[in-house]
């Protein structure tokens, strides 16, 4: 049989229907032909049944093909695979590549205005698309969301959600829940004012805006002094979840601002807060403020993951976090009620605990001295005991499998005035040099019911990049050094691992084409981490966006019936 696929492999691509339907979108996660979604299926596990590619045949694992992607700046995209094509993003293009071959079929290229570079908030990425009914959706760093033709990569409508020069970019991934595209947005530490909006993906017209920080008249609003709602932050720069049985839209919200909670007393609703919507018009349902008046920078928007977990002897539909304040929740899908709580780093001050009574955490002697003035070290620094960098769940094993980090920060608040187009932190912070033999990052197994590291594997520089876990009991992840490497999930033994063109600080994602299981990765250096933790090992890699697919090597035998 194997010949036919190689004549397949020949063929020009094949052309694509009107899909992926609504049906597609909410089967994507047991579906391996294809990735529609991101985080691989509407509620986000980041897991993969497919068994090809396992312990034993890894060490088999090469490269099938790689292509450039056009520019030098990082890589935090995740693949999309849907009618015999790849779809990635970089923050100024959209590509449809041969996923046989990784022949580039279609570009389509974005032009930004020179000054909104200078400008811009929290990196030149993007986090990649979605895709729906022959279209594929998008957010671009000048905020427009754009819908592009799956099959002729031509524009088929482009809206601007709010305008650059006030602070807002855009650089996460859109959502489509129950017909409704959902888009957020970033530069919450701009002085600007997060919110949500959907739209009708069809048309482009805009049905609704859920503004996430609450004003006096909106319900929440007196958690707020005078106007400082109007600048207070609450960006939504990660993509939500999706529940269609409970037609729930879970979507995490970020920090307040500025970082001085002097400066806007009150819980400043709806920032740091978890909120379940209806897609149809943004409507409120149900929500969780993790940290009521944050100082630190924590956010809640990290990945909302979805999952049954046995609850004291039943069986919940589950919401899991695990935040960057370094405690893992678990919250009832359904209700938002808090389940669990807790710590799954080594090192944590800014909080005693989380009263389970209220769902508030119990603010250290630490932290109230430090909200005083009094310049502390705070573990875990704000760049969180995780980052953006989004962890995958096994249905198998019960386990998240996440980046770690153990990095502290000296912290201290200032007052400043808002400006315009000036980062909006009122904070004075810094982190510390990387010591030798000292870890900052783990690839870590944790159980989100009690936040134990059931095995944890010290990675340096740390990784920021996401993982990936398989029915093939294998772990992937990428990292900053270059290197897609994957581990057994059972106890973090590290099985195979490939050198791409670049650093990694993206999400593999795998599936299968003509019965074949591939690997996928973005890789090109950038972000956060080498911004701000300098290594020396940054020096010796090589800046290049690429996208590179592996499988497994298959050895031509003399003996086989496929010989011709």
Not at 259 to 283: H, K, Q, S
Request: aromatic residues 10%.
């Amino acid at each position: 049989m194997k010949w036919i696929f190689s004549l397949l492999a020949l063929l020009p691509p094949l052309a694509l229907a009107a899909g992926p339907s609504l049906d597609d979108l909410k089967n994507d996660h047991r579906v391996t032909q294809s990735i529609s979604t991101y985080g691989m299926g509407l509620g986000a596990q980041r897991w993969s049944p497919l068994t090809e590619i396992n312990r034993d045949t890894v060490n088999h694992l090469v490269p099938a093909w790689s292509t450039a992607l056009e520019t030098d700046r990082g890589q935090e995209g995740q693949p999309l695979v849907y009618g015999d094509r790849i779809f990635v993003t970089t923050h100024e293009a959209t590509f449809a590549i041969d996923a046989r071959s990784g022949r580039m079929l279609w570009r389509n290229k974005l032009r930004y205005s020179k000054k909104m570079y200078r400008m811009v908030c929290c990196g030149f990425i993007n986090r990649g698309p979605v895709i729906f009914d022959g279209k594929l959706f998008r957010q671009t760093l000048d905020n427009r969301v754009m819908a592009i033709d799956m099959e002729s990569g031509e524009t088929v409508w482009s809206q601007t959600a709010s305008d650059w020069e006030d602070g807002y970019t855009a650089t996460g991934t859109p959502l489509l829940a129950n017909g409704v595209l959902i888009t957020g947005t970033a530069g919450g530490d701009m002085g600007t004012r997060g919110f949500l909006d959907g739209w009708n993906p069809q048309t482009g017209e805009k049905l609704w805006r859920y503004w996430t920080t609450a004003g006096p008249d909106d319900p929440g609003g007196d958690t707020w002094e005078g106007d400082t709602y109007l600048r207070g932050g609450g960006a939504t720069w990660l993509a939500g979840s999706y529940d269609p049985e409970l037609n729930l839209v879970y979507w995490g919200i970020g920090n307040p601002g500025p970082w001085n909670a002097n400066m806007r007393p009150g819980d400043n609703l709806f920032t740091d807060t978890i909120v379940a919507l209806r897609p149809e018009t943004g409507e409120i349902v149900w929500h969780y403020q993790v940290i009521p008046n944050d100082t630190y920078d924590y956010d809640s928007v990290n990945e909302l993951i979805h999952a049954t977990l046995d609850i004291d002897g039943t069986p919940r539909k589950v919401i899991i976090q695990a935040n960057r304040n370094g405690y893992v929740y678990v919250l009832d899908r359904e209700t938002g009620e808090l389940l669990r709580a807790s710590q799954f780093i080594d090192q944590l001050t800014w909080a005693d605990g989380i009263d389970m009574e209220t769902g508030r955490p119990i603010r250290s002697a630490a932290t109230i001295e430090n909200l005083k003035g009094i310049e502390k070290t705070v573990w875990p620094s704000n760049i969180g005991g995780k980052n953006w960098a989004p962890a995958s769940f096994s249905p198998e094993t019960g386990l998240l499998y996440l980046n770690g980090l153990e990095i502290s920060m000296q912290f201290k608040p200032v007052v400043m005035a808002w400006r315009k187009g000036v980062a909006y932190a009122a904070a004075d912070f810094s982190f510390p040099e990387p010591v030798e033999g000292v870890p900052m990052g783990y690839l870590r197994a944790v159980d989100p019911l009690t936040g134990e590291r059931v095995w944890q594997v010290p990675v340096d520089p740390p990784a920021n990049g996401g993982t990936l876990s398989t029915a093939g009991g294998l772990v992937f992840t990428g990292l900053q050094t270059g290197e897609l490497a994957a581990y057994d999930i059972d106890d973090g033994t590290l099985l195979w691992e490939y050198q791409t063109g670049s650093g990694i600080i993206a999400p593999p994602v795998t599936y299968e084409i003509d019965g074949e299981q591939y690997v996928a990765i973005q890789s090109g250096i950038g972000g956060l981490f080498s911004w701000f933790l300098p290594n020396p090992k940054f020096a010796t890699i090589t800046k290049g966006a690429s996208l590179t697919v592996f499988k497994l090597f298959q050895p031509w035998s003399a003996n086989s019936s496929d010989e011709h």
